[in-house]
């Protein structure tokens, strides 16, 4: 018998998002740019959200010869305690999202080294790995948060921002960059680039128990608690 709750994924507000991220996803932000935001409930109960969008960059698309509207990424996995897999959250997420927006062809999305992930989910989704992005700089605050540079670049939405005193511009590692295809001739387009997974870090000193109740990877698959 199927001891699991019921799985409902359905689209939701931008306020659900905004709740789910700044509480039960480590970076406590919502992505400002255009977004497909999919709610996701066990037994009817709210358990966080999966957000998929443009992405950071508008040459996302560039190295695989894609248009702005043929790729999208992945940028927030935002969930509580839940009792399903969080691969099989995202393939039925990617599934609403390819249905809503038939030109997508790929979806891309990161794993933050710096913040001690590695990718798991990507991993036991079956993701194409490709490596790792370029070294960045983030500002660190006082209370050790890391907020994005963009966000004091003086245009738009951020043309009053200043950056908060005491912070500091600190240099941070590359994410690890995964890929899934979402047809045929893109998968086949993209294979050479596939690379070895990575491991999680410290994976062989210590115990599989040990190792997920540890882990810094809030994502890591085969766990209940990504991204309490």
């Given at each position: 018998?199927?001891?699991?709750?019921?799985?409902?994924?359905?689209?939701?507000?931008?306020?659900?998002a905004k709740y789910a991220?700044?509480?039960?996803?480590?970076?406590?932000?919502?992505?400002?740019?255009?977004?497909?935001?999919?709610?996701?409930?066990?037994?009817?109960?709210?358990?966080?959200?999966?957000?998929?969008?443009?992405?950071?960059?508008?040459?996302?698309?560039?190295?695989?010869?894609?248009?702005?509207?043929?790729?999208?990424?992945?940028?927030?996995?935002?969930l509580r305690a839940h009792?399903?897999?969080?691969?099989?959250?995202?393939?039925?997420?990617?599934?609403?999202?390819?249905?809503?927006?038939?030109?997508?062809?790929?979806?891309?999305?990161?794993?933050?080294?710096?913040?001690?992930?590695?990718?798991?989910?990507?991993?036991?989704?079956?993701?194409?790995?490709?490596?790792?992005?370029?070294?960045?700089?983030?500002?660190?605050?006082?209370?050790?948060?890391?907020?994005?540079?963009?966000?004091?670049?003086?245009?738009?939405?951020?043309?009053?921002?200043?950056?908060?005193?005491?912070?500091?511009?600190?240099?941070?590692?590359?994410?690890?960059?995964?890929?899934?295809?979402?047809?045929?001739?893109?998968?086949?387009?993209?294979?050479?680039?596939?690379?070895?997974?990575?491991?999680?870090?410290?994976?062989?000193?210590?115990?599989?128990?040990?190792?997920?109740?540890?882990?810094?990877?809030?994502?890591?698959?085969?766990?209940?608690?990504?991204?309490?």
């Amino acid at each position: 018998m199927n001891s699991r709750p019921e799985l409902k994924l359905d689209w939701a507000t931008h306020k659900a998002a905004k709740y789910a991220c700044e509480n039960w996803h480590y970076s406590k932000t919502t992505p400002k740019n255009k977004s497909n935001i999919i709610g996701v409930w066990e037994d009817n109960i709210y358990i966080g959200c999966i957000i998929v969008g443009l992405g950071a960059s508008p040459s996302l698309g560039r190295p695989y010869s894609l248009g702005i509207f043929q790729i999208c990424e992945l940028t927030r996995v935002a969930l509580r305690a839940h009792k399903w897999p969080v691969t099989r959250m995202i393939k039925i997420a990617l599934s609403m999202v390819t249905k809503k927006n038939p030109g997508l062809r790929l979806v891309v999305s990161f794993a933050d080294t710096f913040r001690g992930h590695h990718g798991g989910i990507y991993q036991g989704g079956g993701w194409v790995y490709t490596g790792m992005s370029a070294n960045s700089r983030v500002w660190k605050l006082k209370n050790g948060d890391l907020i994005d540079p963009r966000r004091y670049n003086g245009h738009g939405h951020n043309s009053k921002r200043k950056v908060p005193f005491g912070a500091e511009l600190i240099k941070v590692p590359g994410k690890h960059r995964y890929l899934m295809p979402l047809d045929k001739a893109m998968a086949e387009q993209i294979e050479h680039l596939r690379q070895p997974y990575p491991k999680r870090e410290k994976q062989a000193m210590a115990p599989p128990r040990a190792q997920r109740r540890g882990s810094t990877d809030l994502h890591a698959p085969n766990t209940n608690k990504a991204a309490l």
